[in-house]
């Protein structure tokens, strides 16, 4: 019996030595990072501690944390999860809950709201027709079913809905097919890693339709959107921290997706990571094959070493002004256009923070206008700033989709937004001759224009973030032609003051139908706004838990990176973002009239 007591023991004391120590693991290779400062921009300690434990594994292996997680073992990378966050069996997701019958429709048209900006111009304005509601039909707008999304606190793709079928994907990789009627689950596909982007549908072959989309790992992938089967896979992007987050546009046979890296300004915090060595890249693929057809780098020049940092590591440059959003088509002038973000290191380029025009064609550039050099990285934040560029300015990022609208008399005007505060009226006939601009906020790294503004034939619509230094918030309307203020609504007093990650700030992109913009804020409410005076006329709170039709444990948080989408008859919008100093969510609610 003493042999077998001491042979336990001495299992029991090695299985104790060889489990990694998941506490000495965070201050290691997490702490710098996620600590109570907003300037950082990552969940802080106390906020992961509601993160569930699955969404903290699938973050460090597939996820936004996947750089960091990649240096680490799987059992390592478990060890953190379960040292933040208990493992909760609850949040697993019940097999095939809630599936659609056997035997439904195919698929026949694409009506609905379809990718990210609704049509290729990216106006984020749903016709009438379209959006089966009308101004006067908003007041009475109520939950009609809620859909749970499993193992994530952070909801980032934007609903798609064409032909009474939704298309969403997951911070976990999983894409969802559901009824937009009852929220029934067609079929699910699991990509390599986190599908933030929206998904585009479009004809691919005799009587059928595909489903594009992007993953965390710079793949882009077409599946049946009938049955969700894998059509074709092509990786875009081979830097180990490339990523896709805008959605693609799909015309005249062709995907138009462009590519971004955040991870890699989040590395250089570490003195020892050799910043930077991404460029961002738009490229032009065959919808049918996925054969790339061409790929255009948004810097042209690619990074070499220019000096050491005070560690003694390699840096380099240019980098960085990586493509965040859905590009815009313009199909009269056969060109693309984007936005870009910072550069990540020195030297500066007039690439970053501008505003790129391709040729549809060819991919080459046409031209470049840039708003305003900004150099920046995570390293700035940090106290020994050793990997921070000579002069920074604040990560201030064009992060929203350039907007493409007709002024009287036929002209046209790209409709562009900042997170430096300012909008911007620009000449597409003109390399992008600024026409107007006029600052709403004070800007900076979480300020300014966000994710994207909407737009009428008269006014553009434009939510403030400011969320540094705060407070934050409002909803501007400007005059398309002048960028004159046609009014301002300040931002309500959030519901929830006192709760840690309760903001007024509106990150979220605007969406809209006639006579109505829509409007999320980090508070966790979706407002709806008169286009005529800015008067708030619908309020929906998603600050609590909802009964969900798979079964899924789900609550409403933060509303940030999508906006809602119309179509049918209902609304669709999501509720939950637990980074950027955000409250976590997982739900996604569809809203009717009177909730019928």
């Not at 032009?284 to 780098?297: C, M, P, R, S, V």
Request: aromatic fraction near 8%.
């Amino acid at each position: 019996m003493r042999c077998l007591t001491g042979l336990l023991s001495f299992v029991l004391i090695c299985a104790a030595q060889t489990t990694p120590d998941g506490q000495a693991l965070f201050q290691k290779n997490c702490a710098l990072c996620h600590k109570p400062d907003a300037a950082n921009r990552t969940p802080t300690f106390q906020a992961l501690k509601w993160v569930p434990n699955g969404a903290i594994v699938t973050a460090l292996e597939s996820g936004s944390m996947k750089a960091q997680g990649a240096m680490l073992s799987a059992a390592e990378r478990q060890a953190i999860a379960d040292f933040l966050s208990p493992r909760d069996t609850a949040s697993v997701e019940p097999a095939r809950a809630n599936s659609c019958d056997a035997g439904a429709a195919p698929l026949s048209n694409l009506n609905g709201w379809n990718g990210w900006g609704v049509d290729l111009a990216n106006s984020r304005m749903q016709s009438a027709d379209a959006a089966g509601i009308r101004a006067e039909d908003v007041p009475k707008l109520k939950v009609k079913w809620a859909f749970g999304f499993p193992a994530v606190s952070t909801v980032f793709g934007q609903p798609t809905v064409v032909g009474g079928r939704i298309f969403v994907g997951s911070n976990n990789g999983t894409v969802y097919s559901l009824d937009a009627r009852t929220g029934c689950v067609y079929w699910t596909f699991k990509a390599a890693s986190q599908v933030r982007s929206p998904i585009a549908v479009a004809p691919f072959g005799t009587g059928q339709y595909a489903a594009y989309f992007g993953d965390g790992q710079a793949n882009v992938y077409a599946v049946n959107a009938q049955t969700g089967e894998q059509l074709w896979k092509t990786k875009i992007e081979e830097h180990k921290l490339a990523g896709i987050t805008g959605g693609p546009k799909i015309y005249d046979g062709r995907v138009y997706v462009g590519v971004r890296s955040g991870s890699e300004e989040m590395l250089a915090a570490n003195p020892k990571y050799q910043c930077c060595t991404f460029r961002g890249s738009l490229a032009a693929l065959d919808a049918g094959t996925g054969k790339q057809i061409w790929k255009t780098y948004t810097i042209p020049d690619p990074p070499s070493v220019t000096k050491k940092n005070s560690a003694g590591t390699d840096m380099y440059g240019p980098s960085g002004a990586a493509i965040w959003s859905s590009p815009t088509i313009d199909v009269k002038r056969k060109a693309v256009y984007v936005g870009t973000g910072n550069n990540y290191s020195d030297p500066s380029t007039r690439y970053g923070d501008a505003v790129l025009a391709f040729d549809l064609e060819t991919g080459s550039m046409r031209w470049s206008k840039q708003m305003n050099p900004d150099v920046w990285n995570f390293g700035c934040s940090q106290p020994s700033k050793v990997n921070c560029p000579e002069a920074p300015d604040r990560d201030t990022d064009i992060g929203a989709s350039p907007i493409l609208r007709s002024l009287p008399g036929g002209k046209d005007v790209l409709l562009i937004g900042q997170k430096l505060g300012f909008v911007y009226g620009i000449d597409p006939d003109r390399r992008g001759e600024i026409l107007w601009k006029i600052q709403i906020g004070k800007g900076g790294a979480l300020g300014g224009i966000m994710w994207g503004m909407a737009a009428d034939a008269e006014k553009v619509y434009v939510p403030l973030s400011d969320f540094m230094p705060g407070p934050g918030g409002g909803m501007f309307a400007l005059k398309i032609a002048t960028g004159e203020k046609a009014w301002y609504t300040a931002p309500a007093d959030p519901p929830c003051k006192g709760k840690q990650g309760c903001s007024p700030a509106q990150m979220a992109p605007a969406s809209m139908i006639a006579g109505v913009v829509f409007s999320g804020s980090m508070d966790g409410h979706l407002r709806a706004y008169s286009t005529q005076d800015g008067s708030v006329i619908w309020d929906l709170d998603t600050l609590h838990d909802f009964e969900t039709v798979n079964g899924v444990k789900a609550h409403g948080g933060s509303m940030n990176s999508t906006g809602p989408t119309f179509a049918g008859g209902t609304m669709f919008v999501n509720s939950g973002y637990s980074q950027l100093g955000g409250m976590g969510g997982n739900v996604l609610l569809a809203l009717t009239v009177d909730g019928k």
